[in-house]
């Protein structure tokens, strides 16, 4: 039972357009959301967060959004660029410090 | 400020045998949690140390064992290996407490083989 759930495993977008990765998650206790860029023969690394009080999180080219009710989540990338290209992953966890769960991947491309 | 570092890179090791991973966490941070991460998958938690105990333990059997050093480092071992592994280990380093992020570092992971 996958409780965070990246449906699309690929995503391709033209260089200057924008970048929408999905989630979905089906646990209703999750109250903090995590998204991390993972670049081959590295870590994840941290990109943006979101806790549940809040609908819209954004810093500088990248926004997240986030549907309680839906219980779904998304990270927009404007204007995307090459070195966008890499697998985000996102993640939740139901309270601070806890551990966090992931969703599988999407494979970002950016064509330039 | 050196980031969350793991030891070693790479390594190969025969099923039945027993294999230890290392992690040193980001400078300041007190807490380190291990991921396996399969192929084409997303980190799966394996458990969280902090002050040197066991916090949190995901669904890994009894074969996983780790370790936390006052230094807060942290070593993972795995006995029995089984082909299924197989897989990247991720360390994660973060701060506990009021004081601290929700938001983990971390390392560039083991790649462990086991044949």
């Known amino acids: 039972d996958q409780q965070v759930k990246q449906n699309s495993p690929s995503l391709s977008v033209q260089e200057g357009r924008i970048s929408i990765l999905n989630c979905d998650y089906t646990n209703s206790m999750f109250d903090y959301f995590l998204w991390y860029k993972k670049y081959p023969a590295e870590g994840p690394t941290f990109l943006i967060s979101i806790s549940s009080i809040k609908d819209k999180n954004e810093d500088g080219r990248f926004t997240v959004f986030l549907n309680k009710s839906a219980k779904h989540l998304s990270l927009h990338i404007v204007p995307s660029q090459p070195g966008d290209s890499a697998v985000y992953f996102c993640a939740a966890s139901e309270w601070r410090g806890q551990n966090f769960v992931f969703g599988p991947g999407t494979r970002l491309s950016v064509l330039p | 400020d050196a980031g969350v570092t793991q030891s070693p890179t790479h390594l190969i090791k025969t099923r039945g045998q027993q294999v230890t991973l290392r992690c040193s966490p980001k400078?300041?941070?007190?807490?380190v949690s291990w991921y396996q991460q399969a192929l084409g998958q997303g980190p799966q938690f394996i458990f969280q140390?902090?002050?040197?105990?066991?916090?949190q333990r995901g669904n890994f059997p009894d074969r996983f064992s780790g370790h936390q050093f006052p230094n807060y480092s942290s070593e993972l071992n795995v006995n029995a290996l089984l082909l299924g592994d197989s897989a990247l280990y991720l360390c994660?380093?973060?701060?506990?407490?009021?004081?601290?992020?929700?938001?983990?570092?971390f390392g560039p992971g083991t790649r462990l083989t086991v044949t």
């Open positions: 140390y902090y002050e040197e105990e066991e916090r």
């Open positions: 400078s300041g941070h007190d807490t």
């Open positions: 994660a380093s973060s701060l506990a407490g009021d004081r601290g992020s929700y938001e983990q570092y």
